[in-house]
């Protein structure tokens, strides 16, 4: 482990800016240690509920040019089953980022406190999900609700929270500092672009909720203007997140503003490795800077 990597978001200690983004992989104990044994410096679940969900039926999830189209309905067991899992993972020292949503800011509130209950170490905020109706980017598109939220779970709970906004809003840079100004400890940017993909011999929409979300490649460059038009307006850790596949994505958010970067969509295309090889390039590339940290690194391109 190299001490240039280690990074701190809102209090928590990661031994690097890599993190496991809600929703690939958090949704057992197990999977969640594997990500964690192939070096992420934080691991987020699944988004969870109160209530378990079953989410829609498929095909939920479909590969399109240079990413992932989803739209799976926030499947999940429900907070209260989850303790066992998250116990498991803690015990590794990683630090365990809950993902929680909800139908209204009392929700919120409740499942925040669940979550603290079974163990996490900071929330993270969905109120960017694209494809579930009253909750997700329902919430996350008026600044005023997601001050609602916010407030209703930091007079909940005492740990820190990051609110995971939506890039399919006009302005996010409003969003994020109603967030902030209510007390959410770091912005997440982004969750998934609202997307869709027709078959054109059926004609048929191809997810069956026909309208979801865009991961992967094809939505960095909109992601990275987001963390770079954020990072000017809030003084909390902005985390980047969308489309990152290599070392080379990882340190460019960086440069734009992230203090520490998801990984989502690339772990189905390059395996769980891919935690290692951006690790070990942003670590490369800070020992080329001469430089003694990768927070260095962070923001630099705002100085043009
Ligand atoms: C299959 C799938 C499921 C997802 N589920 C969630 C989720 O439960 N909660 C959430 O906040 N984001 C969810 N996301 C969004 C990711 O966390 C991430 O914001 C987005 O995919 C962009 O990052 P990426 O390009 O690295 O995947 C999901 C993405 C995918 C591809």
Redesign the pocket.
């Known amino acids: 482990m190299s001490r240039r990597l280690l990074t701190e978001i809102a209090g928590l200690k990661l031994a690097n800016p890599t993190m496991l ?4 992989l958090g949704l057992t104990g197990s999977s969640l240690m594997r990500v964690v044994e192939a070096g992420a410096g934080a691991v ?1 679940t ?2 969870l509920g109160l209530k378990p969900r079953e989410g829609y039926p498929n095909p939920t ?1 479909i590969q399109v040019n240079c ?2 189209l ?1 739209a ?1 309905g ?1 499947p999940n067991p429900g907070i209260r089953h989850f303790g066992e899992d998250i116990k498991e993972v803690k015990e590794k020292k990683v630090p365990v980022v809950v ?1 929680i ?1 909800g139908f209204s800011s009392e929700d919120f509130a409740r499942a925040a406190k669940s979550a603290v209950e079974v163990g996490a170490d900071a929330l ?1 905020l ?1 109120v ?2 694209p494809h579930v109706e009253e909750t997700g980017a329902e919430i996350g598109s008026d600044p005023e609700l997601v001050t609602q939220v916010v407030r209703e779970v930091k007079n909940t709970v005492d740990k820190p929270v990051f609110v ?1 906004l939506t890039p399919n809003v006009a302005n996010i840079v409003e969003v994020a500092k109603a967030a902030v100004e209510t007390g959410a400890d770091a912005i997440t940017a ?3 672009v609202r997307a869709m993909a027709i078959e054109i011999e059926t004609t048929r929409p191809l997810l069956a909720n026909k309208i979801g ?1 865009l ?2 490649s094809a ?2 460059p909109v ?1 990275v203007r987001c963390v770079y038009e954020i990072y000017r307006h809030v003084d909390v850790p902005v985390i980047g ?4 596949t290599d070392w080379r994505d990882a340190v460019e958010f960086m440069l734009a503003g992230a203090s520490a970067v ?5 772990i ?1 295309f390059k395996g769980l490795e891919v935690f290692k090889s951006v690790t070990k390039g942003i670590d490369t590339y800070v020992k080329k800077k001469r430089l003694g940290n990768a927070k260095e690194i962070v923001g630099l391109a705002q100085n043009f």
Do not use: R
């Open positions: 983004a809600a929703g690939v987020v699944k988004s999830v990413g992932l989803n799976i926030l993902s949503y993270e969905n960017s999900c995971k982004i969750n998934t979300g991961s992967g939505i960095k992601a997140c969308g489309g990152i998801q990984i989502g969509t690339a189905a």
